[in-house]
């Protein structure tokens, strides 16, 4: 190459650099702001909370429930459920996003080969005769390649990634979900089935109590009246009974549904055990590692670095971009030597493009890609202010439900005294019938509420594994993807 033609192009690539002044994007920049997890103050909410380094979930936690009939229903779920192979799907397109755009940075190189047979029409030979052949054989190679001078493509690479890493992510976000519902559902399931226990022996005791209205009846100790009453009494504990079976038959189905099965699986499950809270404590290092346990944070994280790649890349698109394209072959008609020297060829055309003046669209790109970028960084805010909230609020009522239950224990337990001294009474002959009625709705309602209080414990005790990250590791994902980068303030 001569000096001339090396000047030539120097200069041009610095007519091309003072072109692309043209372009600009100053005065667009992002406003979101990370929140410092050191900020959000939990101290006192927290307050009298053991704290222990080893309280964070396993990632096998709902075997401490103690039954080991739901460590193979979650095990089933997260093999079955259509939830799960959404999650995989979605993380799969990610996944070939980001590989999509790495090809994107790689030359080009293309081959092709043809053969045609020809004949002209007489309006089309020079000759006017209309009687001419030809047959053209070509054979080429093309080549490409985008040198991405400031890093676009790369940039563009790295966003991709940080969206696939975020999808993986999201599918152990998808897998904690439902390994926690499904532990809820089967909780749900075990207190329908203490309700409909409750109900059944509700009506057993109204059952009870006819019986002795009919024998004070006869007796003319009751009116027909007070009959009446109890009869009605005994209707209302079957039509009682009937909505507790009807509780407990859509229970196994919603059990049943987050396994991926159909209805009739849930007629298959035996009655769970009564599940066993777990302790009530918190790591000692809440909230800092909080950060890297929870996917949800860890998925929001690397949204807001690949938000943050995408500008990049965007900002690239106002400055010079030099291609390079180049192509070489032969074509020869037949009978023609097909690679002689007559019948070769090639190109090679270096391109410099320059965005001189677009009507402001690649500053609409921009700004929104800083829209994306402020997006992420308040849905990364949002969600780290709801863990911490998730945690500290299940962890205030885990520390006053124990206390609930042992109130409702001794409140049950004296109403079903009264109501074993009224019924005595009752039979003998001697006692009032509202206080048989009325001790018997009271026992009732104290048992309620007991299976109730025991039941929100075990929600609670699994909400706080989930608030806690169930054992997730962001070390642990499959492609072992290095944690994203620390947030700016």
Known sequence: MSSKTLRSGLSLVLV?????????????????????????????????????????????????LGDPQLDGL???????????????????????????????????????????????AKDQDPRGQGDAYATVRNISASFNYNFDLWGGQRDAWEAALGQARAAEVDQQAAQLT?????????????????????????????????????????????????????????????????????????????LAVLLGKGPDRGNEIARPNILQPGAVALPSVLPAELLGRRPDLVAARWRVEAASKDIAASKTQFYPNLNLTAAAGAESLLGDAMFGSASRFFNI????????????????????????????VAQYNKSLVKALGDVSDTINQLRDIGRQIGAQQHASEIAQDSYNTVVQ?????????????????????????????????????IQLMQALGGGFQAETIASANPAPAKLNN
């Open 425 to 461: 009474r009752y039979g003998s002959g001697i006692g009032n019938y509202l206080d048989v009625l009325s001790i018997e709705q009271q026992l009732l309602q104290a048992q309620r509420q007991l299976a109730d209080l025991n039941a929100e414990q075990i929600d609670l005790s």
């Open 349 to 376: 055309a270096p391109t410099i493009s320059v965005p001189i003046f677009d009507g402001g669209r690649l500053r609409a790109n921009l700004d929104a890609r800083d829209a994306d970028y402020d997006l992420a």
């Open 16 to 64: 091309s650099m003072i072109l692309a002044g043209c372009a600009s994007y100053s005065g667009l920049t992002t406003e979101g702001k990370s929140v410092d997890a050191k900020t959000l103050k939990a101290g006192q909410s927290l307050s009298g909370v053991t704290l222990s380094p080893a309280a964070w979930p396993k990632s096998d936690w709902w075997k401490s």
């Open 178 to 254: 439902l390994s926690a519902d499904v532990a809820r559902a089967y909780s749900d399931l075990g207190q329908a089935h203490i309700v409909y226990d409750l109900a059944n022996e509700d009506l057993k005791r109204t059952k009870q109590m006819l019986d002795l209205s009919q024998r004070r009846l006869s007796s003319g100790i009751d009116s027909q009246y007070q009959f009446q009453q109890t009869e009605s009494l005994e209707a209302s504990s079957e039509a009682s009974l009937i909505d507790a079976e009807k509780r407990l038959n859509s229970a196994k189905i919603a």
């Open 74 to 120: 979650i095990r089933e779920a997260l093999h079955d459920s259509p939830d799960m192979q959404i999650a995989e799907a979605r993380a799969h397109q990610a996944s070939a996003a980001a590989y999509a755009a790495d090809a994107a940075r790689m030359p080009t190189l293309d081959a092709s080969a043809g053969i045609s047979r020809s004949r002209l």
